[in-house]
């Protein structure tokens, strides 16, 4: 990890990863010690769906992770109005049959 001289964390992003990957979904799994998320991207009338990318994380980054997105969901809402999620409205939340939930 580089540090500059004020302190601050220096972060590289490589052209090939700054392109990013679209998913439509986020399988999620845990044990005691860490969460596997999943990033899928499923597409219309296909049966199959392929796993993106996988990204392991401790609980506590996690917990982190989800405090930064409920910060910055709040601060998107408050400039570009709130986000419909019409399922939320329905009590209808989409299930998928996976695993335990355990990785």
Known sequence: MEQNNKGQLQI????????????????????????????????????????????????????????ALQDNVRKYETQFGEINMPEIHQNFMPRFKMGKGEA
Not at 24 to 42: G, P
Not at 46 to 57: D, G, L, N
């Open 12 to 67: 590289e992003l490589k052209e090939d990863i700054a392109e990013g990957v679209y998913a439509n979904l986020a399988v999620i799994a845990h044990s005691s010690s860490e969460f596997v998320v999943d990033f899928v991207r499923i597409m219309p009338g296909v049966a199959k769906a392929q796993v993106k990318s996988r990204i392991v994380m401790t609980p506590e980054h996690v917990k982190r992770l989800m405090f």
